[in-house]
T-cell receptor
Framework: GAVVSQHPSRVICKSGTSVKIECRSL??????MFWYRQFPKKSLMLMAT?????????EQGVEKDKFLINHASLTLSTLTVTSAHPEDSSFYIC???????????FGPGTRLTVT | AQSVTQLDSQVPVFEEAPVELRCNYS??????LFWYVQYPNQGLQLLLK??????LVKGINGFEAEFNKSQTSFHLRKPSVHISDTAEYFC?????????????FGTGTRLLVSP
């Protein structure tokens, strides 16, 4: 089946620094990748949708300058949390989709803790 | 705009008992429906999906769900649960008017299976 990886699985950083999270589709080409944020005991909230080679589309209320998304290839998307603050601490999950009617395959998530 | 309601935040059940996790959605257009399972500190794994055709959908790990258009429901069932089924379960929907691109998730139901 389709496998999506994320790296790192956990990261702790100091307030004010930037953190990059990678999302890779390992055995398929992902035309679209999605980034979600999940708060404790809460559902997944879509942050942005990215298509390879074009700018990401951000959901309402998500700061595009704070959460930089790059989808440079059909197998890699990155999310950079810039100038991280403790309130950015969360579980970030990416998903990848192939084709217009393809399903979303989810990565294992990245736990970000900002101290 | 679509929304997904999972009324039960937590469902406790004894091992080998049957279980039903409820999901209702609101949408005025064609939808795809999904159930995902999330184990602690992991990403989401697709349990099953409804796209079209038979309203009874069978998934992995012995789960099944039935699409009821008139009641706008997609309840998840398993006739006999195991301890290992303890996890968070999310119902999700995507709509035709978004090209079935975006997934909207319910708030999740925590299934707690005890011996």
């Amino acid at each position: 089946g389709a496998v999506v990886s994320q790296h790192p699985s956990r990261v702790i950083c100091k307030s004010g620094t930037s953190v990059k999270i990678e999302c890779r589709s390992l055995d398929f080409q992902a035309t679209t990748m999605f980034w979600y944020r999940q708060f404790p005991k809460k559902s997944l909230m879509l942050m942005a949708t990215s298509n390879e080679g074009s700018k990401a589309t951000y959901e309402q209320g998500v700061e595009k300058d704070k959460f930089l998304i790059n989808h440079a290839s059909l197998t890699l998307s990155t999310l950079t949390v810039t100038s991280a603050h403790p309130e950015d601490s969360s579980f970030y999950i990416c998903s990848a989709r192939t084709g217009l009617a393809g399903f979303q395959y989810f990565g294992p998530g990245t736990r970000l803790t900002v101290t | 705009a679509q929304s997904v309601t999972q009324l039960d935040s937590q469902v406790p059940v004894f091992e080998e008992a049957p279980v039903e996790l409820r999901c209702n959605y609101s949408s005025s257009v064609s939808v795809y429906l999904f159930w995902y399972v999330q184990y602690p500190n992991q990403g989401l794994q697709l349990l099953l999906k409804y796209l079209s055709g038979s309203t009874l959908v069978k998934g992995i790990n012995g789960f099944e769900a039935e699409f009821n258009k008139s009641q706008t429901s997609f309840h998840l069932r398993k006739p006999s649960v195991h301890i290992s089924d303890t996890a968070e379960y999310f119902c999700a929907v995507s709509e035709r008017n978004t090209g079935f691109q975006k997934l909207v998730f319910g708030t999740g139901t925590r299934l707690l299976v005890s011996p």
